[in-house]
């Protein structure tokens, strides 16, 4: 009959069984790099939307504001009277 206590072979004041249990964290460095690079992204895509370089479609909504020609029913169809 075997006890409740048996020992299996791993001491818990072995010092190279200490040393392969610990987890190697890695540093902050990846994190630091990411974050600058996502505030980069975040900022180089602000400019390019707010100076033009990518079309947001905008002027299509402006030009769909601006008042027709009075022959013309914005379908392509002119009135013929």
Not at 4 to 21: C, K, R, T
Not at 52 to 60: A, D, K, R, S, V
Request: overall charge negative.
């Amino acid at each position: 009959m075997k006890g409740a206590f048996e020992f299996s072979g791993n001491a818990m004041s072995d010092p190279v069984a200490d040393l392969e249990e610990k987890p190697v964290k890695p540093g902050k460095k990846p994190l630091i790099l990411a974050v600058i690079l996502a505030l980069g992204g975040a900022g180089a895509g602000f400019y390019a939307v707010s100076t033009g370089l990518i079309p947001t479609g905008e002027h299509l909504a402006n030009d769909a504001h601006t008042p027709n020609d009075a022959s013309d029913d914005s379908h392509g169809n002119t009135a013929t009277h």
